[in-house]
């Protein structure tokens, strides 16, 4: 019983460098969200996508891009790391509104 | 003003103590709320919904005051185990837009 899997857990970057996070539910979910947790801070929406094929901005979108691939799976892509996207990053699934979100275990992401 | 407040805590309690932790919203158009549990360098994980008329799960209440826009969570007969951050979540549309609150650490000691 998987859940959400993300892929990797640690990740060292230098500045300029780019990287894709993965991320797939086993769920049969329609909804899923790539989120950055800060400490001090609460978690903040980089992206979300409502369903398969489509994808919206969150609060934070700039610097990633994401891509829907099916239903399974989604991914973040940070084109041109920057210090400042050092973060935990968490991708999460729902089944819809009043259901809660699960998510995966988290991506630890330093930039140097 | 943050969207979403809560107390960052930390709370430290006894084993067997009752704990409370307020949470406060401004956007009273909000629709769902939730309690997550959030253990030291894990995701979240949901701990329960918070419902208008108020729910019970095993030693865990939580309130919903719609007038006053705050949510509590109460943890009763407290365990070692209980030890985490709890972040209080409001979901406005849907689901696309969800608030996380910071969070509230709890420590319970021995």
């Known amino acids: 019983n998987a859940g959400v899997t993300q892929t990797p857990k640690f990740q060292v970057l230098k500045t300029g460098q780019s990287m894709t996070l993965q991320c797939a539910q086993d769920?049969?979910?329609?909804?899923m969200y790539w989120y950055r947790q800060d400490p001090g801070m609460g978690l903040r929406l980089i992206y979300y996508?409502?369903?398969?094929?489509?994808?919206d901005k969150g609060e934070v979108p700039n610097g990633y891009n994401v891509s829907r691939l099916n239903k399974r799976e989604f991914s973040l892509r940070l084109e041109s790391a920057a210090p400042s996207q050092t973060s935990v990053y968490f991708c999460?699934?729902?089944?819809?509104?009043?259901?809660?979100?699960?998510f995966g275990s988290g991506t630890r992401l330093t930039v140097v | 003003r943050k969207e979403v407040e809560q107390d960052p805590g930390p709370f430290n309690v006894p084993e067997g103590a009752t704990v409370a932790f307020n949470c406060t919203y401004s956007?009273?158009?909000?629709?769902?709320f939730f309690w997550y549990r959030q253990d030291c360098r894990k995701e979240p994980k949901l701990l329960m919904s918070?419902?208008?008329s108020g729910n019970e799960d095993g030693r865990f209440t939580a309130q919903l005051n719609r007038a006053s826009q705050y949510i509590s969570l109460l943890i009763r007969d407290s365990k070692l185990s209980d030890s985490a951050t709890y972040l209080c979540?409001?979901?406005?549309?849907?689901?696309?837009?969800?608030?996380f609150g910071a969070g509230t650490r709890l420590f319970v000691k021995a």
């Open positions: 996508s409502a369903s398969e094929g489509t994808t």
């Open positions: 769920m049969n979910h329609n909804s």
């Open positions: 999460a699934s729902t089944e819809g509104q009043n259901y809660g979100y699960t």
């Open positions: 956007n009273s158009a909000s629709q769902s």
């Open positions: 918070v419902y208008s």
């Open positions: 979540v409001v979901d406005y549309t849907g689901g696309f837009k969800t608030i």
